[in-house]
């Protein structure tokens, strides 16, 4: 597939993320005016609510559109989602008839505040690429016993938390836990000091399933409407202690950011790509009947206070192992119910070599190897007031699918986290 040209000119150029061909989704506000939902068009936002209200865009008896986020039109199905992305990709075509009754609907995207593009219902993150599972399996297990004996046959997740899912742009405050000191001394309550990031990719589902009833990888993969980029934070030093028997759990809830924009599935439906040779067969429900990985390039760069940024590391999406369909699948086997506005985290994204690695903790190699950044400092977690970016975008022919930025800044550790808001301690 080819550029599809825009009377919106800013759209038309190559490095532009945000072509007519991607039409992501989000919600912005300008000024004192409430929160609505647009889609990205080159350097501005068309103001999809307005559209709506002007009878511009008519997809439904009742409107999709009046609420600031994108759930209502996600429920709707895949049928309506074909139909508002051919709308708007003629309202915006170059030549467009309507052209002058749009126009006046345009956002500068610069004026524009973003915030969290839909309702997160529930949260579930996954570990289901190889290359980071393997890399923590031989920090802590060596590399005879790196991955666990089902890691090969199971998307393998756990229970998060969705009112911890935050926009991009938002302060993460340094967590506070249990830290384990060395050899027999008694665990310590402190802020964390190996605070760090997981590169992942979010799968967000639009339709939902029924309770009892499992669906396939087919099923699964038309239940995604799109998906965003996302940062999962994580206190390396809180989980080690907390970890067994049960998993992650509060080295996994302070925050987990989300980019502003959701890439509709139907925008990386040229960039889609199999799945990695299997260790072993996967059992017949998780096997892939079509491709299901997409060839999406990303990165994470760190930024401290004042200086330049670094750009730590660069990978792709297709290095992981399960792709969101089959977690997706997965996660109904047991009869759960999935509904609109679920979040599924992809899991860590890194490639084979040691600058694909995408958390800190691989790429300092647990702290051992510290990283040397930009503006001649090093890193071994992040700092107090590091700025932590996570990229993406899916390159065609003469044009970019883009995700924006997935941004957030690290703020000190509170002096004292049981002090009542308000008062002094609390800075």
């Avoid at 009878?55 to 008896?61: E, N, Q, V």
Wanted: hydrophobic letters at 40%.
């Amino acid at each position: 597939m080819a550029l599809i040209r825009s009377w919106v000119e800013s759209a038309n150029a190559p490095d532009s993320p945000f072509p007519l061909n991607n039409l992501p989704c989000g919600v912005m506000s300008v000024g004192e005016t409430p929160a609505r939902c647009g889609v990205a068009i080159g350097e501005s936002i068309v103001d999809v609510s307005a559209l709506e209200r002007a009878g511009l865009i008519k997809l439904a008896h009742a409107p999709l559109f009046d609420a600031p986020s994108w759930n209502r039109l996600m429920a709707a199905g895949e049928t309506v989602w074909a139909a508002l992305r051919a709308r708007l990709t003629d309202l915006l075509r170059a030549g467009a008839q309507e052209r002058d009754a749009v126009a006046p609907h345009l956002v500068d995207m610069r004026s524009a505040r973003l915030h969290l593009p839909f309702v997160v219902a529930e949260y579930t993150d996954f570990y289901a690429g190889r290359n980071h599972a393997y890399n923590v399996g031989v920090m802590f297990r060596g590399p005879e016993n790196a991955l666990p004996p089902n890691w090969i046959h199971i998307p393998i997740g756990y229970n998060g938390r969705a009112s911890s899912v935050v926009a991009s742009g938002t302060d993460i405050r340094r967590p506070w836990g249990q830290l384990k000191g060395p050899d027999d001394a008694a665990p310590r309550f402190a802020p964390s000091q190996r605070f760090d990031i997981e590169l992942e990719l979010g799968a967000v589902v639009g339709l939902p399933s029924r309770r009892g009833c499992p669906v396939t990888v087919e099923e699964a993969d038309a239940m995604i409407f799109g998906y965003v980029l996302l940062n999962d934070w994580s206190a390396r030093d809180i989980q080690a202690w907390e970890y067994q028997p049960l998993g992650p759990f509060q080295a996994k809830a302070t925050a987990t950011t989300i980019g502003p924009w959701i890439v509709t599935k139907a925008a990386l439906e040229p960039f889609r790509v199999s799945g990695p040779p299997r260790d072993a067969p996967l059992l017949p429900y998780l096997r892939e009947t079509r491709p299901l990985l997409y060839d999406i390039a990303l990165e994470v760069a760190l930024q401290p206070e004042g200086a330049r940024e670094t750009v730590l590391a660069r990978t792709n999406y297709r290095e992981m192992y399960y792709a969101a369909a089959q977690q997706l699948c997965h996660h109904t086997t047991s009869g759960c119910p999935m509904n609109t506005g679920d979040l599924i985290g992809s899991g860590t994204i890194s490639g084979e070599d040691k600058h694909s690695r995408g958390s800190l903790l691989e790429l300092s190699w647990g702290g051992r190897e510290p990283i040397a950044l930009a503006d001649g400092g090093v890193r071994t977690f992040i700092a107090d007031n590091d700025t932590l970016i996570l990229r993406g975008a899916a390159h065609g022919d003469g044009y970019t699918i883009g995700f924006g930025e997935c941004a957030g800044k690290v703020l000190p550790a509170l002096k004292d986290p049981f002090a009542r808001a308000g008062t002094e301690d609390r800075v």
